[in-house]
């Protein structure tokens, strides 16, 4: 005989199980309808094999597993499907899914099924298809595909099968009734399961609270040729927990994280080994099973043999449920069943037990309490767990802190809210917690699968482009060997021309290629000599291939060396820079030192090693930057003391951004001084001095660009640039519109600028005149010209293209304006009477000009 182990806590609460064994067990009668849920099981959902008016057969399927972890479904009689649809189903929320309504045509005519004599004869993965086909999963628990735990890896070795017949939980005794009934068939099925798995151990558990399944399932065990065992438990809840049931019979705890399998074990329950009896023997698939139909509002209580899809109201009338004194309808155990909202929710595969109570049975929870701290709870919990701390974390939705404290591993037996005295319902903190790490968890791996998607995608357009590189890479290489080609037949002709052309043509281009080849070189060698040393330290012996690496990179450093500074010498003084490179070389070697800077100020504050070589390196910097200043301040001293026939073009565009940005940093001293002055500072002269300073730079630069403007102005003899007075003009046009808006803006708001507005409006007005002025007189030049030279064709052409352009616009628009009722319409068809006189007019011009 076994010994017997003991779990951390559990309770007894009252058993109220002989209410329902004093009957006989009975067969439910056909009901009009049955509605198949396509998720009776965990994991995926089935999808359905029928459409809605179809005809099936008795154990027909009509439903395919989804993915690996699902099962078949089959029709529990002959029959029609009325509809595809959603329907309540068996859930705590009482959420809706997808089901399958049969219709029963009340003949059950069963497809043609046939068992098999010895199953001994057939393959593991042949008998393991059976199971699968019959679609049979766990009936005591969660609904875990049976053919998935019978058919394990070679990478699991069972070395003990477990069957449950505990049903610790009150009121339900299915199982007890199934193991007196119809022992010989669950033997059967542990005959097949042992076959399939291979065990050294076979171990039936059942509570000393059942006499009578013990006896009948140890006399059916005897008759065995396996050496079966039958382990009389004591009565205490939950033993029929998986976990807890494994303690109990094996001494053994099944780690954290891990599953029973991991460590050789593997448990079915006794109404699972029934019904695999019968798929394999029968080649019956599973399309009933027994229901515990009990409670003070059933007057005929007992264990009733359903079909799948029977509704719960049909059981009910079977049962003579006392509707007046029915108060509560539980699906399950009062420990871990839930409360049904309806009495519509069909029976499916997990349903063990219906529970009608009564209001005295089933009074309403008392109001929760504050956690009074005082422990009960954790010496109840058979998992070991804290409920206390746990529903602290639920209730304050640190989920995370609740995963650390294995929140996962609680059963959810209620044990916890069974003996807590302040009656918090533990349990639904838990189920809350739960569900909303299962969320969590959800949106990490959609979030986990989309970046990988997105990599993926990255990845295929990265290598695309390479792939491009490589074949413009390709192109280019044969484009270049047959240049060369054409270029060594004239080399043969004449060495001396092809020597000559061979030359480069630009040796400060050379020079910089050749540079950049040391500095490669020097690379190279630093990781080489990095890769050798991360090898001695890591204590690798073989170094001669990294030796050999490093020896080949000093050689490779020291012939570009040589390389570089001959062609150096060789190489012809290069050209002077001018003003504008050196000025950006100076702008550049100022940013290096101020990043470098910022950056040896972090080192320094984070204590980095790194800030030694940031400070000699930052010196570095500003001596190069110093350097580049110097540099651009001798170009531009020598630049301004030229003689001014000596002088170089004068850049414009330069001396206009220079007067510009001077004036805008004279505004930002003002401003800077107007705002010390109104804060009352004190200390007001250095601000004075530096806007003189910037008064003194403004006034140069706005001289140097009117010298400049002037000494660029075309002379008078010289033909006008029609388009740049024509652009001037308009830009004018524009600055006065907005300084008219901005004059008018202040008058509404009686702003105090509104006198400097208008001075700066009036400036614009002369500004505008002058250049509107300018444009006319420019285009009279030309067309007093033009008349003299002749007309020129070409702008006729363009002005004549331009107006028929305009014209089929205005008139595709006004169209457009007649359809919408808009209108615009009155104002386009004006413009357009307008436009046709300009067309007109562009087009005689031109056949004019075109006349000999």
Sequence with gaps: MSRIWSFHGGIHPAENKQQSLDAPLRQMPLPKKLVLPLQQHIGAPATPMVEVGDKVLKGQRIAEPTGFVSIFMHAPTSGTIVEIGDYSVPHPSGMKAQCLVLEPDGEEQWIDHQGVEDFRTLEKPELAEIIRCAGISGMGGAGFPTDIKLHLSDDHIVNTLIINGVECEPYITADDMLMQERAEQIIGGIEIAAYLIKPTHILIGIEDNKPQAAIAMTEAARASELDIEVVILPTKYPSGGERQLIKLVTGVEVPHGQLPADIGIVVQNVGTMSAVYKAVHDGTPLISRFTTITGDAVREPGNIEVLLGTPIEDLLEF??????????????????????????????????????????????????????????????????????QLHWFAKGKEFDKALSHNLMDCIECGACSFVCPS???????????????????????????????????????????????AKRKARAEAAAKAQSQKKEAPAKKDPAAAKEASAPADPQAQLKQLKTQAA?????????????????????????QLQDDVAAAEQKVTETKQVFEAAEKAAPAPEAPSLKDLKVAAAVARTKVTKTEKALADAEAKGAASADKLRSSLQMLRDKADEAQKAYDDAEKAQTSAPKGDAPAVDLKALKSAAAIARTKLKKAEKALAAAEADGSDDLKPLKQALAEQKSKTEAAQKAFADAEQQQTPAADSAPDLKALKSAAAIARTKLKKAEKAVTAAEAEDSDDLDDLKKVLAVQKGKTEAAQKAFETAEQQQDSQGSVNGPDIKALKTAAAVARTKLKKTEKALQDAKEKGSPAADQLEKALAGLQAKAVQAEQELEKAQQP
Excluded: H, W
């Excluded at 070189?521 to 040393?533: G, P």
């Design 319 to 388: 049962c003579d449920v006392d509707y007046d004194r029915l108060s509560r309808l539980i699906m399950g155990g009062p420990m871990m069943g839930y409360t049904l909202d309806s009495d519509s929710i069909p029976v499916i595969k997990t349903s063990n037990c219906v529970i009608a109570g009564t209001q005295e049975e089933f009074p309403p929870a008392p109001p929760a309490q504050n956690c009074i701290r005082c422990g009960a709870c954790e010496q109840a919990c058979p998992a070991e767990l804290l409920p206390q």
């Design 423 to 469: 009656n918090i319902p533990l349990v639904q903190y838990y189920r809350f917690a739960k569900s909303e790490i299962r969320k969590e968890q959800q949106e990490q791996r959609k979030a986990e699968q989309a970046r990988i998607r997105f990599e993926a995608r990255q990845a295929r357009l990265e290598a695309a482009e390479a792939e491009k590189q």
């Design 520 to 544: 490669v070189a020097r690379t190279k060698l630093k990781k080489a000599e990095k890769a050798l040393q991360q090898a001695k330290d890591d204590g690798i012996e073989d170094l001669k």
